[in-house]
């Protein structure tokens, strides 16, 4: 037997036991984790002849032995006729051949081009550059939505999109059933799946593995960052987390910074001191957010000297949002005084001298 189909019925399995534990999932109350009915065969060929493409096995399989879209990550999988929703949203004049054209996109690239044209037939070409060979599969809500590579090199692959193009993520996982199988042990294993489908799937063993043998710091912040959906984290991993510390690495730092503060892991002050003048301005950025959560009244006057000299404008944000709001998230008011924005007026940063102006202490 295909070996697809037995991933199909696993699969269904799956969504079964979820149902019978009434497990929730981001946007599952439109879906009820109930799939449609499957499409014939004979209608998967007649689409495919009509677009000159051939589908995906194993998303081929699901439609046929699964459903015709239903139950799925997020607001779940759409049917296979609204394959154009994401297209026909973003583009004006989206060409016949569409699907059958070779899509190039790639692992990593997780952000739109910087040279889009503000010419609208270009700017309409460039779209359809970007996004050919993609079938639409779902909605995140908003303008972000969930398309699948019908074409190309990385044919099979979910990719995350955003109508606003404010960014690309490809998702790891090699296939959809891959990607969607991944959804339904996540929710059985008590995984936060708030955010499912960035970064690598798997258990603390995996995370670690990818941390140790990757060369990829994209990949090992991704996999810090996944320790926060698991359930709980027992003391054998919190005391392996811990050993990263002190990397000379600053993706390692920012990653287990991070972490820290996401799994709420022990951390002395002296670290976060340490941190806060940190070379890496994503640390240091860790790091604000770190002493907010612990002990800002004494990191207080710290913060206030980084909005004036850190040379980093996102360190400089955080930095002054973090005292802004600090009544609302800690209780304590360490907002800024009247003679620390007339200071701040002279700021070399737009956003700072925009927000100092529009303040409450005038």
Request: charged letters at 25%; proline letters at 3%.
């Amino acid at each position: 037997m295909n070996s697809n189909i037995e991933r199909v019925k696993r699969i269904v399995q799956k969504l079964e036991e979820v149902k019978r534990q009434q497990l929730k999932s981001f946007g599952s109350d439109k879906h009820q984790f109930n799939l449609n009915p499957p499409l014939l065969e004979q209608d998967i060929v007649e689409f495919e002849q009509k677009h000159n493409i051939t589908l995906p096995d194993d998303y081929r399989t699901f439609l046929i032995y699964g459903g015709n879209g239903g139950a799925g990550p997020y607001y779940g999988v759409y049917k296979l006729d609204n394959y154009d929703h994401y297209a026909t949203w973003i583009i004006d004049n989206m060409p016949d051949d569409y699907l059958s054209r070779t899509n190039r996109l790639k692992p990593g690239w997780n952000k739109m081009p910087d040279n889009f044209s503000e010419d609208d037939t270009a700017y309409d070409h460039q779209l359809i550059e970007l996004y050919q060979g993609t079938l639409s599969i779902g909605t995140q809500g908003c303008t972000y939505e969930m398309v699948l590579i019908v074409t190309g090199e990385y044919r099979g692959r979910i990719v995350y999109v955003d109508a606003d193009h404010y960014g690309i993520y490809m998702c790891r996982e090699k296939d959809f059933l891959s990607w969607y199988e991944r959804w339904l042990d996540e929710m059985l294993n008590g995984y936060n799946t708030g955010s499912f489908g960035y970064g690598p799937g798997g258990k603390t063993e995996d995370f670690f593995s990818i941390i140790e043998t990757s060369t990829d710091s994209e990949e090992i912040n991704e996999a810090f960052h996944a320790f926060n959906r698991l359930p709980e984290l027992d003391d054998k991993d919190i005391s392996k987390l811990l050993t990263y510390i002190n990397s000379d690495k600053d993706y390692i730092r920012e990653g287990i910074s991070s972490v820290i503060k996401q799994c709420n892991l022990p951390c002395r002050d002296e670290q976060i001191e340490t941190w806060l003048n940190d070379e890496s301005a994503n640390v240091r950025r860790n790091a604000i957010r770190l002493a907010e959560q612990r002990n800002l009244v004494k990191f207080r006057s710290k913060i206030y000297n980084m909005i004036l000299t850190d040379t980093s404008k996102d360190v400089v944000e955080r930095a002054y949002l973090t005292l802004n709001s600090s009544e609302k998230n800690t209780g304590t008011d360490l907002s800024l005084t009247h003679d620390e924005c007339l200071q701040l007026l002279q700021s070399e940063h737009e956003s700072i001298r925009y927000w100092v102006s529009n303040t409450s202490v005038w």
